[in-house]
């Protein structure tokens, strides 16, 4: 099924300037429709611009017109040319600049998080790290583990969003994903709200304060051990 350039900024931009609905907006995007919720929520795709598909040439302004009148009528991709990217032609390892580089196990940690479906390929590709650190990473045996905290690789510029949309919409065409994705117990899904590697804003948020209750404890002994020698 044909979708737009940028799928998730497409959705963005409808759901903030259209009165369409979930299931009109994930039908053109081909995103599920509980990814739509949530990114009208803001629990999903956070800080992400939204582009305009009618300046694109995607879409026309008089399709999106009689949907939002009628929802049983559905959004039509219009056939735009595209042209072979020149990064495709380089086949050396993505180069990251020094002062950024520090910040790839971040990137390794969110990623993991949040999008299970990458493979170590795929991760290794997108920020320019190897299998062997991803690895030392979920298996939380990094030297510098302790200091390593989840952050979006877009915002850190690690890599391109299209990029990691690119990979996460390659990724979900694998069997490896449907495996995944089988494992998931329905129920918790239902109640999670989200699923297709989604996470909800309150077990994140869950998650954060735990990390800081323990670091916080772990400050207090040694306190209280620093305080004991001396």
Known sequence: MPTPLMPKATAVWLIENTRLSFKQISEFCNLHILEVQGIADEEVAVGIKGKNPINSGEISLENISECEKDESKKLLLKSIKTYESSSKKRKSPRYTPLSRR??????????LKFHPELSDGQISKLVGTTKSTIDQIRNRTHWNIQNVTQKDPIMLG?????DLESAIEKARKTSRWQELKDQKEPEETRQ???????????????????SVE??????????IIDTEND
């Open 102 to 111: 520090q910040d790839r196990p971040n990137a390794i940690a969110w990623l």
């Open 214 to 223: 323990i670091q916080e404890t772990a400050d207090l002994l040694k306190g």
């Open 192 to 210: 999670s709200g989200m699923k297709y590697g989604l996470i909800k804003k309150e077990d994140y948020e869950k998650e954060m304060a735990e």
């Open 158 to 162: 690690l890599c391109a969003q299209i």
